[in-house]
């Protein structure tokens, strides 16, 4: 099962850098070599078993935009399951951008009415004031502009997490069983006596479903960029392994306040175990993702095919 997914914006936006961030298992360091996107690259991602997203990156230079919005497009608008925009943050022709946004939002409207849209103000490092001024002003221009199309609006840069947490949010309306998911984890997370179970999929280590946090004070503790920067920490360490020519397979922690487990649930997803029992041994944990593997394949297989 495909879905066409459209990562779209001016050139120099940084489309190109996160796509390989987070697709690619590059480095942030290493995004500063790749050359401008020419015309439209097609990449078949594989994402979750038989779910494979058709990913269109369009390069922004304006002869390029004009052919999208002009001969190409039908082709480029039809039967597209999510809308990527990608704004930098200090773009010098802010009323450029929004005038050929406007004109994708017409295109998007005339030919996948049903689409996501998903606006990133990206390279928020960038911002030297105070970005959660910045990102709520942005926000509210960037809904004005797209009139009564609903969208959602993230704050990203390829330095921290903020990237992880977009495509992660982005994925969860690619897969629409994510809810199905999130009760098994819940599930799962309280036969383990853990705080929390969270599934990543293995190539990205984007988030696909995490069980419900827990309630009592120690809520208010928890960091709420916890997912999204576990994703980026893993991805730098899978980086390294690489680099020394070894293969990352599981992860195994034990400190005072916590033990954390990650290993392999299914084929294509990890799972991590937040445990504060000290009496749970690591053993255990790693029996018991071993026992739900079985049950977590159907569950994948179901949400793919939903």
């Known amino acids: 099962m495909k879905k066409k997914v459209l990562l779209m914006g001016a050139s120099g936006s940084g489309k190109t850098s996160m796509r390989s961030l987070i697709f690619s298992n590059n480095p942030a360091s290493l995004t500063s070599r790749l050359g401008a996107t020419i015309d439209v690259e097609q990449n078949h991602v594989r994402f979750l078993g038989d779910l494979i997203l058709n990913l269109w990156d369009c390069g922004g230079q304006d002869s390029f935009m004009d052919s999208y919005l002009t001969t190409q497009r039908s082709t480029i608008f039809q039967h597209v399951c999510v809308l990527i925009y990608v704004f930098e943050v200090g773009a010098r022709d802010a009323t450029k951008d929004a005038e050929y946004y406007r004109d994708c ?4 409207q005339k030919y996948s009415p049903e689409a996501s849209v ?4 990206h390279k928020m490092d960038l911002v030297t004031g105070d970005k959660v001024a910045v990102l709520e ?3 509210r221009e960037l809904q004005s502009e797209s009139g009564n199309v609903p969208v959602k609006v993230f704050g990203t840069s390829i330095y921290d997490e903020s990237l992880y947490k977009a495509w992660s949010r982005i994925v ?3 897969i629409p069983n994510a809810a199905v998911l999130s009760k098994h ?3 799962f997370a309280q036969a383990c006596s853990a705080t ?5 999929e293995r190539t990205t280590f984007l988030v696909i479903a995490t069980s419900n946090p827990p309630d009592g004070p120690d809520q208010e503790d928890l960091s709420p960029t916890r997912y999204e920067r576990t994703s980026e920490l893993i991805k730098a360490l899978k980086h390294s392994c690489g680099r020394m020519r070894e293969e990352f397979h599981a992860l195994e922690m034990e400190l005072p306040d916590f ?3 990650l290993d392999g649930m299914t084929k294509n997803t990890y799972i991590l175990l937040i445990v504060h ?3 749970i041994e690591t053993a255990a944990l790693k029996i018991n993702i071993r026992l739900a593997r079985l049950k977590f394949e159907e569950l994948q297989s179901d949400s793919v095919l939903a």
């Open 118 to 121: 998903f606006l990133l103000v």
């Open 137 to 139: 002003r942005r926000t």
């Open 259 to 261: 033990t954390a487990v």
């Open 196 to 200: 929390e179970a969270i599934l990543f």
């Open 185 to 187: 984890l819940t599930t």
């Open 277 to 279: 029992d000290p009496t």
């Open 172 to 174: 969860h309306t690619i």
């Open 105 to 108: 939002l017409d295109g998007l």
